[in-house]
């Protein structure tokens, strides 16, 4: 089998590895809650005094435990796959690593079972969606994979799941930053608190990437989800989360303290400048959807 | 927690307020970006008799429906939250989501004795709620039909009637 990055310290993965570890987090990251999200849900609850609000937040624990039971998807916006990718040094990937991870979405969204929510048509009719839809869920082909290099000679796969109504309430913009962290962080969090009550699917978990460009704020905001944890939120995530909170929209906008559970923030190289390209992503109640593997 | 049986009389929503906890049991229609304007379409052209839809004390839920469950989608996007009115006063009583509506949507539904509820998109827990399903019209859309399903139990929250929301002043963007 074809590698590359071959060297004395390296190790081989194979192509049904990898295609494996996609598949199986894909399925994992759609139909069950992480650790974090359980204790985060029932601190929630514990500091809920609106009792629609309480309602609201027992019942999404409660679909936790019923898709967790019955390996069922958390919602039924699947989401849109996405894959990224920790290299490390010492790590050699088979020649077709991308056609791997391709045909491991394909087989966790068949698994899932995945919305078939894939549009058909030539360009112009995938935008006016005139051709109808796929009905094999495996059609709904990943965003482009994120590869970032990483110490040691693992290769940690993650997969997130990015629901469609985040993604009508997020923002990628440039914010005149003033030399001072809390007006950037400050301007993402009022783009969010503007957004949560229209966004319907709160409590929300915003997640934020400040960066040069567009597409690397992007990048570093699916990052920030990647790596976040609501049970390690540093100054400024618990900053943002508490002026989102309040206010005071709710779950569901019902009202409540628990308008964001959390917030994760990545900052990434930046460039002499009076701007900082911000990307925010208010994030629904199930997000971030993600599991990973570390082969290798 | 107040079951709702369909179909719904304006009666009964008289007696439903803001805050309220329903369950539904009966009969709901589900659809959203796809299938709603076309269905406005249909009531406007006097054609609904033509697919064997009757929206009279009906619920819609805008949801898809497809192998992977139910859940709502946002409400506010333009083809759902437009269609509103029409369908509302087609019959529809509740019409079921999530996300904030704007004042038109609000009067449009108070004028025609329609509520809004909302519901979170716990695909899981519903999937336990639903009886029979069945492709109502508009099949070629896929998870983007108009679908009727058999609920029991189906639980949403009144977030807009009789001229009141839980959304108070601020407009969705």
Known sequence: MGLIGLGEDTKMLTRAKIEDAVKNCLVKAGTTFRPDQLRAYRRAIKNEENQGAKWVLERILENAEIARRNAVPLCDDTGIPHVFLDIGKGVSLPRDWLSAINSGVIQGLRAMPGRPMAVRGNPVERVEQSKGLFRDPGKVSPAPVIVKSASGNKLRITVLLLGGGPEIRAKTYRVFHKRSIEVVVGEAAHWASSEARSLGCTPCVPAIGIGRTHVEASALMLEAMKDGSLSRQDHWEKRVTELINQTRVGPLGLGGNTTALGTFIKIGPLRASGIRVVSMRPGCCFEPRKASAILG | ?173
């Open chain 2, 1 to 173: 927690m107040i079951t709702v049986y369909t179909p719904i009389g304006k009666r009964d929503i008289e007696k439903v307020k803001v805050g309220d906890q329903i369950a539904i049991d009966g009969m709901i229609y589900c659809g959203r970006d796809a299938v709603l304007p076309k269905l406005v379409r249909l009531i406007e052209n006097r054609g609904l008799d033509k697919i064997g839809v009757d929206l009279e004390g009906a619920v819609i839920f805008h949801t898809a429906v497809s192998p992977a469950g139910i859940g709502p989608t946002t409400s506010n996007k333009v083809e759902i939250e437009g269609s509103i009115p029409a369908l509302s006063r087609a019959g529809v009583r509740i019409h079921v989501g999530k996300g904030a509506l704007g004042p038109n949507t609000v009067e449009e539904l108070k004028k025609y004795h329609s509520i809004f509820a909302v519901t979170p998109p716990v695909s899981a827990l519903f999937s336990d709620k639903i009886v029979a399903q069945r492709v109502a019209a508009f099949g070629e859309e896929g998870m983007e039909a108009l679908y009727q399903l058999e609920v029991k139990g189906f639980p949403a929250i009144i977030a807009i009637a009789h001229g009141e929301t839980i959304f108070g002043a601020h407009r969705p963007g």
